[in-house]
């Protein structure tokens, strides 16, 4: 009888045995350490959960063969006559090293990333991977780093003590295998490895209802580089079309108020009419960090964690129905500045040719204001700087030397060493980015032209830290950043009060995303609802409006406060006008697209499906229910015709007819 295992692990390939029993126990422990953490999330079933189980072990079984697929080309091609020698020693221990290290290390962070998003790596991942300068002073400052090191290199010995005693290395370097011996186990590698590539698929895992076991059935290496491949979809290859015609019309015919006049057939290109004088204050827009509306007393928190927002959110035009896009910081600028549904893959943010967009910058601009974008870390990252200054912002930022270029066509204006008193791997803290907003805006006023500036915050942001003395809380905690965050805001709006443009400035406040997006259903509708208030608002009373609505309404609604009149091709609509029945909210991760009208909710998803829930909002859980057809040709007319648009450069500045 042939032995498998020596069929597929031969002598020479001793080590690569060692390595695949090593890799598929240690992913086997971290999975089951994952779904203990999330027990209560899951609620256990023992049918379930032997499914989690069994198909984690077949994506694990996937990621090895490409991993031995790639590794094993230094073991079949080197030949048999140098076995054991000087190079092929030093090859075979550097190379083992490097690779157990790395999947060590990759391991470790996989409880992390649970931590912050309950999923195995994503998309989000990948994004970070660009950014290592960010990420690595993230983790320095957020754990010990010489000690996390310490702890994978001992780690990573004890995983060559085992193959030691297991004679690996002695039995890789003490025989005769050549080319025939190892064609077959370095082939079946390839053959499964190539079967994977070709015919699996990571959304594969998903046949569950609870999310979080989804993401358990998968194995995180493997999500990695699914995410990576996919960071980009093709709306017309894995979503649900119509029509384009005819989707074009009914998000026409859901845009256009009485007095307002469609400019193209072929695109939302419209003008929209305001009667009484236009008021052109300045405007000051503040995108808070990671800021939940259940971390305000507005919305039942006890903790007292924003006393000043909630203070000042008795004082505006306060939403309490207001939903966020996504899931990350990107995917709010986009909603606010480009007023657009969020289209599946990346965001706009990131994607190649998204410079000339008729941004809210360019209605902005139609009525003479300047626009600066303000950011306390370095704007490179994820694109920012790039997005906004090849859309007609100036740039204020805390730039790192080496990705100091200047990569758009506005004034670029940086931080000096003096004005930072306090920052960590995101950047500078909120109180020096309100400090420079400040100085900056005292030189806008001088210039006569009104003002709007777009303020990013980042102190709510993992590792937490934040410059002590000013609250009695210490760094490192979501809720003492929250704290911080308010007290930072309280001073910005006090030392604003002493300048001569406050009296005629608005102020505009809203988080990009909530903190957590976990939760077990498909998309967690209430990880969506953010806190979105006007203040100083001329003419116009304090009040709260409960209407639902989405970020790419609120700048929409706020130039309808001031009566403008202007040409768009924003998709967001001013709240005031919205009649009961037009109520709606945006909302999606990089795959889902969710679209919400009251408790009903569509949601798309890549493999050209869609889903009809009705929400329970007490329990903050999802029944399936019966497909409503108008509702789902509303939800893809709107996806489709953002997609389209895009794609097709009709949201330029430059294509008006």
């Known amino acids: 009888m042939i032995n498998i295992t020596s069929l597929l692990f031969p002598k020479r390939f001793s080590l690569l045995k060692s390595f695949s029993a090593l890799f598929l126990i240690v992913s086997s422990l971290v999975r089951l350490s994952l779904y203990i953490w999330s027990i209560k999330s899951i609620g256990f079933s023992i049918v379930d959960f032997i499914k989690v189980i069994g198909i984690g072990v077949f994506f694990d079984f996937g990621t090895l063969s490409y991993i031995l697929a790639i590794y094993g080309i230094y073991w079949f091609l080197f030949p048999s006559k140098f076995y054991g020698n000087w190079l092929d020693k030093t090859l075979t221990k550097f190379t083992y090293f490097l690779l157990v290290f790395i999947f060590v290390f990759a391991f470790l962070g996989e409880f992390t990333f649970w931590e912050e998003f309950a999923r195995r790596y994503n998309f989000i991942a990948v994004d970070y991977l660009l950014y290592t300068y960010e990420v690595i002073e993230n983790i320095n400052e957020s754990y010990p780093l010489p000690i996390l090191i310490g702890v994978i290199i001992v780690l990573t010995l004890g995983a060559f003590y085992v193959a030691k005693k297991q004679e690996a290395f002695i039995n890789c370097y003490n025989n005769n295998d050549g080319y025939i011996r190892k064609i077959i186990p370095y082939g079946f590698w390839l053959l499964v490895a190539g079967t994977f590539h070709l015919f699996v698929q990571n959304k594969q895992a998903e046949i569950f209802t609870n999310r979080y076991e989804n993401e358990l059935a998968k194995s995180g290496i493997y999500s990695f580089f699914a995410a990576y491949n996919a960071n980009e979809l093709d709306y017309d290859e894995f979503y649900i079309k119509q029509p384009q015609e005819k989707s074009l019309k009914i998000v026409q015919q859901s845009l256009l108020e009485k007095e307002d006049q469609l400019l193209s057939k072929d695109n939302i290109l419209r003008t929209i009419k305001s009667r009484g004088k236009e008021l052109k204050p300045n405007i000051v827009f503040i995108c808070m960090e990671s800021l939940s509306a259940n ?317 009809t829930y009705n929400w329970n909002a007490e329990e903050n859980t999802l029944s399936l229910t019966e497909s409503d057809e108008k509702l789902l040709e509303e939800t893809v007319a709107n996806y489709q015709t953002a997609y389209e648009l895009f794609k097709n450069n009709k949201l330029k500045t430059t294509h008006k007819h």
Request: net charge positive.
């Open 295 to 611: 971390f305000m007393e507005a919305f039942g928190n006890q903790k007292l964690l924003t006393p000043f927002l909630d203070s000042l959110a008795q004082q505006s035009v306060f939403y309490t129905n207001l939903q966020a896009t996504g899931t990350r910081t990107i995917r709010g600028m986009e909603a606010i500045t480009l007023a657009i549904p969020p289209t599946p893959g990346r965001s706009i943010v990131k994607r190649p040719n998204n410079d000339h967009l008729f941004t809210i910058g360019e209605i902005l601009k139609q009525k003479g204001y300047s626009r600066t974008f303000f950011y306390g870390g370095d704007g490179h990252f994820d694109n920012m700087n790039g997005y906004f200054g090849n859309n007609g912002f100036d740039i204020v930022d805390n730039p790192k030397e080496v990705n100091s270029a200047k990569e758009f066509p506005t004034k670029r204006t940086i931080f000096t060493e003096e004005e930072i008193t306090f920052e960590n791997a995101w950047g500078a803290c909120d109180g020096d980015i309100y400090n420079k907003a400040i100085q900056q805006i005292n030189l806008q006023h001088q210039s006569k032209k009104p003002f709007f500036n777009f303020i990013m915050t980042n102190t709510n942001h993992r590792p937490y830290s934040f410059p002590e003395g000013h609250i009695a809380d210490k760094s490192g905690s979501r809720i003492s950043a929250i704290r911080y965050a308010d007290w930072a805001m309280k001073r910005f709006f006090t030392e604003a009060k002493k300048e001569p443009w406050y009296k005629n400035t608005v102020f505009v406040i809203i988080s990009d995303h909530c903190a957590y997006s976990a939760g077990k259903t498909e998309l967690e509708i209430d990880s969506y609802h953010i806190p979105a208030l006007i203040y100083n608002l001329p003419h116009t009373k304090p009040q709260k409006v409960n209407k639902l609505c989405s970020q790419i309404d609120l700048l929409p609604t706020l130039f309808g406060y001031l009566n403008w009149s202007y040409e768009s091709k924003i998709f967001g609509k001013d709240i005031t006008k919205m009649k009961p029945e037009e109520e709606r909210a945006f909302i999606a991760n990089h795959r889902k697209l969710g679209f919400r009208k009251g408790n009903q909710v569509v949601i798309l998803n890549e493999n050209k499906g869609s889903n």
